[in-house]
Nanobody, 125 residues
């Protein structure tokens, strides 16, 4: 059974930092492309970042330079480091496993075959 168990998140002030984690099991994590998405209240779920099995990374323009995606294949864990947080980063954040190791799949919600349960990130002073 595939499982993506998320942790991290919480309430932080503007300019602060957080680290999200996503512990994977039930598949060969080291061979999977993984992504992070987020969904703000009343908005569509949007792509944030992806990482290939090789470690190549991709970012949405809105988070480039502030967020860092990484993976630890020895621990089957995906990470998202969030720095310089802004109010508009407030959202539920989801990790997901991509069906395919293609960019076009990695950045689309319908390109994912498994999702984590989500973790709430709230930016507020």
């Amino acid at each position: 059974e595939v499982q993506l168990v998320q942790s991290g998140g919480g309430l932080v002030q503007p300019g602060g930092s957080l680290r999200l984690s996503c512990a994977a099991s039930g598949f060969t994590f080291s061979e999977a492309a993984m992504s992070w998405f987020r969904q703000a209240p009343g908005k569509e779920r949007e792509w944030v970042s992806s990482i290939r099995p090789t470690g190549v990374t991709y970012y949405a323009d809105s988070v480039k330079g502030r967020f860092t995606i990484s993976r630890d294949s020895a621990k089957n864990t995906l990470f998202l480091q969030l720095n310089s947080l802004k109010a508009e980063d407030t959202a539920m954040y989801y990790c997901a496993k991509s069906k395919l190791n293609f960019y076009a799949s990695m950045i689309r919600t319908d390109g994912m075959d498994y999702w984590g349960g989500g973790t709430l990130v709230t930016i507020s002073s």
